[in-house]
């Protein structure tokens, strides 16, 4: 099974800072990586598909990037509604589709 | 809108059985692949299951295989999830997702359902 190494675990940042998340694979994914976003008390919400797509409505200050098996997750300017937990997700060929660990992003 | 309500949740003894049932609308449900995922509250996001949208394919997490059936109904537009022989370790909010695509597994998960917590204890 193809695993998910994400960091870091937590991250804790002022309003408007830059956030970057690392999410490496355990062997090239082809490029077949999603990032999603769960808020506290939440179902997972899909921000970023194959690496760099945003979903629609999905605002702007969130990109993603990478291939092979090295992939990272930006906020460009922090917003108080971004205080979630973020998590990649590979789903190259076959099942099954693996989570990264997450990342839980808290504000300063 | 899309709308997936999973029901069927609660408190089983190990051992025991429970099936789950996500009900869908705002989409053309037997165009697409469908999935279950679950967490462990407080912990990371597990795929447990995937069934094509012709339900020809299924696929299953290993920890599950031979104890879980994954089954939709196009017609009612919903899908299930029959667990047998549940464990402890399957104790976890369980959340159906639909896939991104028309007429593919892709494993990736455009929309989710609010979850159902489902507790394994004797």
Same mark, same amino acid.
């Given at each position: 099974?193809?695993?998910?190494?994400?960091?870091?675990?937590?991250?804790?940042?002022?309003? +408007?800072?830059?956030?970057t998340?690392t999410?490496?694979?355990?062997?090239?994914? #082809? #490029?077949?990586?999603?990032?999603?976003?769960? /808020? &506290? +008390? /939440?179902?997972?919400?899909?921000?970023?598909?194959?690496?760099? #797509?945003?979903?629609?409505g999905? &605002?702007?200050?969130f990109s +993603?990037?990478?291939s +092979?098996?090295?992939f990272t !997750?930006?906020?460009?300017?922090?917003? &108080?509604?971004?205080?979630?937990?973020?998590?990649?997700?590979?789903?190259d #060929?076959?099942? &099954?589709?693996? !989570?990264?660990?997450g990342? /839980?992003?808290?504000? /300063? | 809108? $899309?709308q997936?309500?999973?029901?069927?949740?609660?408190?089983?003894?190990?051992?025991? @059985?429970?099936r789950l049932?996500?009900?869908?609308s705002?989409?053309?449900?037997?165009?697409?692949?469908m999935?279950?995922? =679950?967490?462990v509250?407080?912990?990371?996001l597990?795929?447990?299951? @995937?069934?094509s949208?012709k @339900?020809? *394919?299924?696929?299953?997490v290993? *920890?599950?295989?031979? =104890?879980?059936?994954?089954?939709r109904?196009?017609?009612?537009?919903?899908?299930?999830?029959q667990?047998?022989r549940?464990?402890?370790?399957?104790?976890a909010?369980?959340?159906?997702a639909?896939?991104?695509? $028309?007429? $593919?597994?892709?494993?990736?998960?455009? *929309?989710?359902?609010?979850?159902?917590?489902?507790?394994v204890? *004797?």
């Open positions: 099974d193809i695993q998910m190494t994400q960091s870091p675990s937590s991250l804790s940042a002022s309003i +408007g800072d830059r956030v998340i999410c490496q694979a355990s062997q090239d994914i #082809n #490029n077949y990586l999603n990032w999603y976003q769960q /808020k &506290p +008390g /939440k179902a997972p919400k899909l921000l970023i598909y194959d690496v760099s #797509n945003l979903e629609t999905v &605002p702007s200050r +993603g990037s990478g +092979g098996t090295e !997750f930006t906020i460009t300017s922090l917003q &108080p509604e971004d205080l979630a937990t973020y998590y990649c997700q590979q789903y #060929n076959l099942p &099954p589709y693996t !989570f990264g660990q990342t /839980k992003v808290e504000i /300063k | 809108e $899309v997936l309500v999973e029901s069927g949740g609660g408190l089983v003894q190990p051992g025991g @059985s429970l049932s996500c009900a869908t705002g989409f053309t449900f037997d165009d697409y692949a999935h279950w995922v =679950r967490q509250p407080g912990k990371g597990e795929w447990v299951s @995937s069934i949208w @339900s020809g *394919s299924m696929d299953y290993d *920890s599950v295989r031979g =104890r879980f059936t994954i089954s109904d196009n017609a009612k537009n919903s899908l299930y999830l667990m047998d549940l464990r402890a370790e399957d104790t909010f369980y959340y159906c639909k896939d991104r695509i $028309v007429g $593919v597994t892709t494993g990736g998960f455009d *929309s989710w359902g609010q979850g159902i917590l489902v507790i204890s *004797s």
